[in-house]
């Protein structure tokens, strides 16, 4: 790969979207060779290995775990406790990760382990770059994480696949760890005392998915400012709500930004004295505050994931350069969790608005003339035709389990592990809520860009000289059309919106000047 297909560990810190490119295998990674991060790894790992020479007292490393912090682990033993810890919590269920969210999760937890101060070997990062360039990633089920101590049970699958246990994915194929280590003719690590805890006692499955969140969430914004467009022509719509006098009253960043977005794709030129239709309902008028919400919350959510991403997150925190061990609580994910909370609440409530669209574009009492339940269908055979009634019903149902998934789980903290763990995160079950909400919200899109394009086509045929489309609005219009066939006889639509589902989440079209 070239340079540009390159991002460096260690030498600058790492964006959520480095880390989505390299879980899509858009990038690989390679760890700097600066020198001064080179020692700072070499220095923390040789601090540790004198302090046990040293019969130094270190939790976790030559002590028990969580409330068996009391116990020390006799010399002999010392070596086997990583891999104690790594095989007791084998224990996770539930579906497993996508492939591309492992990835994401050792790319996540590479960059934390770089940050110098985990007292882990460089070998266990060249392992973790390795795998991931190489497109091998643990099988994780994504349950059984409380969101501290981190992500320990399924960050467990990572530490298993270092030292050739349980099973992998390799480039999409199911296989043993020990089959995949035979394959590249490698053997298989042997913990050292502190890096089974280093790898597991972090926030990485939590981050990672946030990182993926946070990149849909941004493409969402422009989506749905685009399909408030077409909803805005499709119901023959007062264009003037987004007037850049009427937003400058009110100037938050984001709105402001999605209003102009609405605006440009319009181009409605100057507001006329009197116009014809005052003001539409509140789905299509109030469309950039709702969005705006979230466009305003990510440059704040942008801060906090991209800081737990590039921190130091487990414990004990080893500072080599001045030789300190430091025991703390860097594994709590309390600003993941609100990130995620959050953010599942802004998304949820960006389907509750697309919803409401739809409904008026359905409705002839609302929707300006158009005809019921946009179908395409003609004379006799209207009678017969239901056009999007069922699909309007779907996004209703869809909306409905997003909005009752925006309950935030950082609250839901349990007392775990003998009361050692007595104040947990939720962090990792938040981020998963908040990409369920996410799909579903993806379903939602996808239904109401397909009904709006046959509402932008349907209003067409009964304006007069038919639309007039903005050149943007025009171009998205006749792609969309060119995948999907004019409804004007009922058929199945499931496969239509899976295949949309999927080119959402790919990102497929640019947006506004920017492909996410």
């Given at each position: 790969?070239?340079?540009?297909?390159?991002?460096?560990?260690?030498?600058?810190?790492?964006?959520?979207?480095?880390?989505?490119?390299?879980?899509?295998?858009?990038?690989?990674?390679?760890?700097?060779?600066?020198?001064?991060?080179?020692?700072?790894?070499?220095?923390?790992?040789?601090?540790?290995?004198?302090?046990?020479?040293?019969?130094?007292?270190?939790?976790?490393?030559?002590?028990?775990?969580?409330?068996?912090?009391?116990?020390?682990?006799?010399?002999?033993?010392?070596?086997?406790?990583?891999?104690?810890?790594?095989?007791?919590?084998?224990?996770?269920?539930?579906?497993?990760?996508?492939?591309?969210?492992?990835?994401?999760?050792?790319?996540?937890?590479?960059?934390?382990?770089?940050?110098?101060?985990?007292?882990?070997?460089?070998?266990?990062?060249?392992?973790?770059?390795?795998?991931?360039?190489?497109?091998?990633?643990?099988?994780?089920?994504?349950?059984?994480?409380?969101?501290?101590?981190?992500?320990?049970?399924?960050?467990?699958?990572?530490?298993?696949?270092?030292?050739?246990?349980?099973?992998?994915?390799?480039?999409?194929?199911?296989?043993?760890?020990?089959?995949?280590?035979?394959?590249?003719?490698?053997?298989?690590?042997?913990?050292?005392?502190?890096?089974?805890?280093?790898?597991?006692?972090?926030?990485?499955?939590?981050?990672?998915?946030?990182?993926?969140?946070?990149?849909?969430?941004?493409?969402?914004?422009?989506?749905?400012?685009?399909?408030?467009?077409?909803?805005?022509?499709?119901?023959?719509?007062?264009?003037?709500?987004?007037?850049?006098?009427?937003?400058?009253?009110?100037?938050?960043?984001?709105?402001?930004?999605?209003?102009?977005?609405?605006?440009?794709?319009?181009?409605?030129?100057?507001?006329?004295?009197?116009?014809?239709?005052?003001?539409?309902?509140?789905?299509?008028?109030?469309?950039?505050?709702?969005?705006?919400?979230?466009?305003?919350?990510?440059?704040?959510?942008?801060?906090?994931?991209?800081?737990?991403?590039?921190?130091?997150?487990?414990?004990?925190?080893?500072?080599?350069?001045?030789?300190?061990?430091?025991?703390?609580?860097?594994?709590?994910?309390?600003?993941?969790?609100?990130?995620?909370?959050?953010?599942?609440?802004?998304v949820a409530n960006v389907a509750d608005l697309?919803?409401?669209?739809?409904?008026?574009?359905?409705?002839?009492?609302?929707?300006?003339?158009?005809?019921?339940?946009?179908?395409?269908?003609?004379?006799?055979?209207?009678?017969?035709?239901?056009?999007?009634?069922?699909?309007?019903?779907?996004?209703?149902?869809?909306?409905?389990?997003?909005?009752?998934?925006?309950?935030?789980?950082?609250?839901?903290?349990?007392?775990?592990?003998?009361?050692?763990?007595?104040?947990?995160?939720?962090?990792?079950?938040?981020?998963?809520?908040?990409?369920?909400?996410?799909?579903?919200?993806?379903?939602?899109?996808?239904?109401?860009?397909?009904?709006?394009?046959?509402?932008?086509?349907?209003?067409?045929?009964?304006?007069?000289?038919?639309?007039?489309?903005?050149?943007?609005?025009?171009?998205?219009?006749?792609?969309?059309?060119?995948?999907?066939e004019f409804l004007d006889e009922d058929r199945a639509l499931e496969q239509d919106?899976?295949?949309?589902?999927?080119?959402?989440?790919?990102?497929?079209?640019?947006?506004?000047?920017?492909?996410?």
């Amino acid at each position: 790969m070239s340079a540009r297909e390159l991002i460096v560990i260690g030498e600058k810190p790492l964006t959520v979207e480095d880390v989505c490119r390299v879980a899509k295998g858009q990038m690989q990674v390679v760890l700097s060779r600066n020198e001064d991060f080179l020692n700072r790894i070499r220095k923390g790992s040789e601090f540790l290995e004198k302090l046990i020479e040293e019969d130094g007292r270190v939790y976790g490393v030559t002590t028990g775990y969580g409330d068996s912090c009391t116990v020390d682990i006799p010399a002999e033993l010392v070596e086997e406790l990583p891999l104690h810890l790594t095989r007791f919590h084998g224990c996770g269920l539930g579906a497993h990760l996508s492939p591309q969210i492992a990835k994401a999760v050792l790319v996540v937890r590479l960059a934390s382990l770089a940050a110098g101060y985990s007292g882990v070997r460089l070998e266990l990062l060249e392992r973790l770059v390795l795998f991931i360039n190489e497109d091998i990633v643990p099988l994780i089920p994504e349950e059984g994480s409380v969101g501290a101590s981190g992500d320990l049970t399924p960050l467990s699958y990572v530490a298993a696949m270092l030292i050739g246990e349980r099973e992998v994915l390799h480039k999409g194929v199911l296989k043993s760890a020990v089959k995949m280590h035979d394959e590249l003719a490698i053997t298989p690590l042997v913990l050292r005392p502190k890096e089974g805890l280093a790898i597991m006692n972090g926030t990485a499955v939590m981050t990672a998915l946030a990182c993926d969140a946070f990149v849909r969430a941004g493409y969402l914004a422009r989506m749905a400012a685009r399909l408030t467009s077409l909803a805005t022509v499709a119901i023959d719509g007062n264009g003037f709500h987004f007037d850049e006098r009427l937003f400058l009253a009110k100037p938050h960043p984001g709105q402001m930004q999605i209003a102009a977005w609405v605006r440009s794709d319009l181009e409605t030129g100057e507001p006329p004295r009197n116009p014809e239709r005052l003001q539409d309902r509140y789905s299509i008028r109030c469309a950039p505050h709702v969005i705006g919400v979230m466009q305003d919350s990510l440059p704040w959510m942008r801060q906090f994931i991209e800081t737990e991403l590039n921190s130091a997150n487990d414990n004990p925190i080893i500072d080599g350069e001045d030789e300190h061990v430091l025991h703390g609580g860097h594994f709590y994910g309390g600003h993941i969790a609100f990130v995620a909370d959050s953010l599942k609440n802004c998304v949820a409530n960006v389907a509750d608005l697309l919803d409401r669209q739809l409904a008026l574009l359905v409705d002839t009492k609302f929707n300006n003339g158009l005809p019921a339940n946009l179908s395409g269908a003609t004379g006799p055979r209207t009678a017969i035709n239901h056009g999007f009634k069922a699909v309007q019903i779907g996004v209703s149902a869809w909306t409905a389990e997003a909005l009752k998934l925006t309950m935030p789980a950082s609250v839901f903290s349990r007392s775990t592990e003998c009361h050692n763990q007595d104040k947990v995160s939720m962090g990792t079950i938040a981020a998963r809520d908040c990409l369920r909400v996410l799909q579903l919200t993806d379903q939602v899109v996808a239904a109401h860009l397909l009904a709006t394009i046959q509402a932008v086509l349907l209003r067409g045929r009964i304006a007069k000289g038919g639309n007039k489309l903005s050149s943007d609005l025009k171009e998205f219009v006749e792609s969309i059309a060119t995948e999907f066939e004019f409804l004007d006889e009922d058929r199945a639509l499931e496969q239509d919106l899976r295949q949309f589902v999927d080119l959402i989440q790919q990102a497929h079209w640019p947006l506004y000047g920017e492909c996410v």
